[in-house]
């Protein structure tokens, strides 16, 4: 099993969608979760951090489950600008190690 | 915003050849990092630098890699004979804490090394 595994999309949505992703995790002893958006040949960019009571930034919603680990991101009301590869990350406990998934893709039409 | 700062951002060099990629961190971080990735594929973690020493490693990261802090701003990958599966963007990061505690990542714009 991949240690962090994703829905490679793409996903294809009209502007004002509502656009869910969700990632899984296989190591229990994960700590930290993080939700980075790439753009074509650049580089990671932090979106938001994960916390378990869930949290919301603006358009975005975080969710994570620890029991299912399973992590997700609600992206409301899309805009063309949110078209990009949408990355989970996690870090185990006392790691230094950050494991990327290998990215949902969305595209945002007019 | 402070940045993380690569150089160069393109590299290209013959097979067998060694590079050096470049980072400065930013300036109060303290844990460091090289990361890759192959075109169309995932970001791989290869290194993380703290206190002056590696703090832990992947699989990728064999005795060709090494990483190096040699004058307290730059970080430095260097890759002693690189082989075309070497060709890949190489993305420097830091962090102020560590990024277990929920501490971000900053990327710099990342090296493009293609081995001929």
């Known amino acids: 099993r991949k240690e962090v595994e994703q829905d490679p999309g793409p996903f294809n949505v009209p502007e004002g969608a509502t656009v869910a992703f969700n990632c899984t995790y296989s190591?229990?002893?994960?700590?930290?979760f993080f939700w980075y958006r790439q753009d074509c040949r650049k580089e990671p960019k932090l979106l938001m951090s994960?916390?378990?009571s869930g949290n919301e930034d603006g358009r975005f919603t975080a969710q994570l489950n620890r029991a299912s680990q399973y992590i997700s991101l609600l992206i409301r009301d899309s805009k063309l600008s949110d078209s990009a590869t949408y990355l989970c990350?996690?870090?185990?406990?006392?790691?230094?190690?950050?494991?990327f998934g290998a990215g949902t893709r969305l595209f945002v039409k007019a | 915003e402070p940045e993380v700062t690569q150089t160069p951002s393109h590299q290209v060099t013959q097979m067998g050849q060694e590079v050096i990629l470049r980072c400065v961190p930013i300036?109060?971080?303290?844990?460091f990092y090289w990361y890759r990735q192959i075109l169309g594929q995932k970001v791989e973690f290869l290194v993380s630098?703290?206190?002056?020493?590696?703090?832990?490693k992947s699989e990728i990261f064999d005795d060709q890699f090494s990483v190096e802090r040699p004058d307290g701003s730059n970080f430095t990958l260097k890759i002693r004979s690189t082989k075309l599966e070497d060709s890949a963007m190489y993305f420097c990061?830091?962090?102020?804490?560590?990024?277990?505690?929920?501490?971000?990542?900053?990327f710099g714009s990342g090296t493009q090394l293609s081995v001929l």
């Open positions: 990061a830091s962090s102020e804490r560590l990024t277990a505690t929920n501490e971000k990542l900053f």
């Open positions: 190591n229990s002893a994960s700590q930290s």
């Open positions: 994960v916390y378990s």
């Open positions: 990350v996690v870090n185990k406990a006392g790691g230094f190690k950050t494991i």
């Open positions: 300036s109060n971080h303290l844990y």
């Open positions: 630098f703290y206190n002056n020493e590696i703090s832990e």
